[in-house]
């Protein structure tokens, strides 16, 4: 399964509106942050793991892009790797990301999808402007990404970008993206503009989050700089979300119980070794 291999399901009745999230007393987000989450459509920056924490985990993620590229494959293809990776799979469950979701989604948390996008130095390929759940067979549209800094993030080496609001909008219409594009995905929402203010540029430090709605507006442009820009994003949703296609099988539930037993609980790797 990839992640965002798919089109516009149209043979899928989904709610694709936006649900405010409403939780007065947070445990670890601000009441700021989450009037932002609803009014804005992301949280940015949130500090989650010091540098010397992440670089731990850089250390690791260098060697499988190294792997990746060795065998012709680029900074994209890593994808739903959590299942058999350990690394991987402890970012999902780790208390200080769970503790930053859970203000959002309540206390039963499945995370169905992590990938990373990994912008090499010099990589002409762009993210253009699209929703998520334009792509993903899943209603309603709940789920929160995670997106954590592997590297220093900024406008040089093409930070992610949002469109405060748009959100609000429920699904935009979108067209297929053309080959000039570029585009590392294939969907693209033309004239984001009409749908918020200007572009808000995404910069974070290694080792620091950004959350975001399933519905907001976002993409990144090439990365013309000669430094790396690596984000693991990790999707989450409460088990209420259904999923289609198959896409309930990747997914771990990393907090609380699933009372639905609609998705699966895949066990840490380590257990399979
Ligand atoms: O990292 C990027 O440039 C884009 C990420 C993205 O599209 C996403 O998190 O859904």
Redesign the pocket.
């Known amino acids: 399964m990839q992640e965002?291999n798919s089109n516009a399901h149209p043979d899928l009745a989904r709610d694709l509106n936006f649900y405010p999230i409403v939780n007065e007393i947070p445990k670890t987000l601000s009441n700021k942050q989450i009037q932002c989450y609803n009014e804005k459509g992301y949280i940015f920056p949130i500090d989650v793991f010091s540098e010397t924490e992440i670089s731990r985990h850089r250390k690791h993620f260098d060697k499988i892009i190294n792997t990746e590229i060795q065998n012709g494959r680029g900074g994209y293809s890593i994808n739903g790797r959590h299942r058999h990776d350990p690394h991987i799979y402890d970012l999902i469950i780790n208390s200080r990301i769970l503790d930053c979701v859970e203000d959002l989604l309540g206390e039963n948390i499945i995370c169905w999808g992590t990938?990373y996008?990994c912008?090499l130095p010099g990589d002409s390929k762009?993210?253009s402007f699209?929703q998520?759940a334009s792509y993903w067979p899943l209603t309603p549209s709940k789920t929160v990404?995670v997106?954590l800094a592997i590297d220093d993030t900024d406008v040089e080496n093409?930070?992610?970008?949002f469109i405060p609001e748009s959100h609000l909008y429920g699904q935009i219409n979108y067209q297929h993206s053309s080959p000039e594009e570029k585009n590392?995905?294939n969907q693209t929402v033309d004239s984001p503009e009409d749908y918020g203010p200007p572009p808000i540029y995404v910069e974070l430090t290694a080792g620091q989050i950004s959350l975001?709605s399933?519905l907001i507006l976002?993409?990144?442009d090439p990365n013309l700089s000669d430094r790396r820009?690596c984000?693991l994003?990790m999707?989450f949703a409460p088990p209420e979300v259904k999923a289609y296609h198959g896409w309930n099988q990747n997914s771990v539930i990393c907090r609380g119980i699933d009372s639905t037993n609609h998705w699966i609980d895949n066990p840490h790797p380590s257990e399979n070794e």
């Open positions: 965002k990938h996008f912008k762009r993210v699209h998520d990404t997106w093409s930070a992610m970008k590392v995905l975001h399933d976002h993409g990144s820009r984000g994003t999707r």
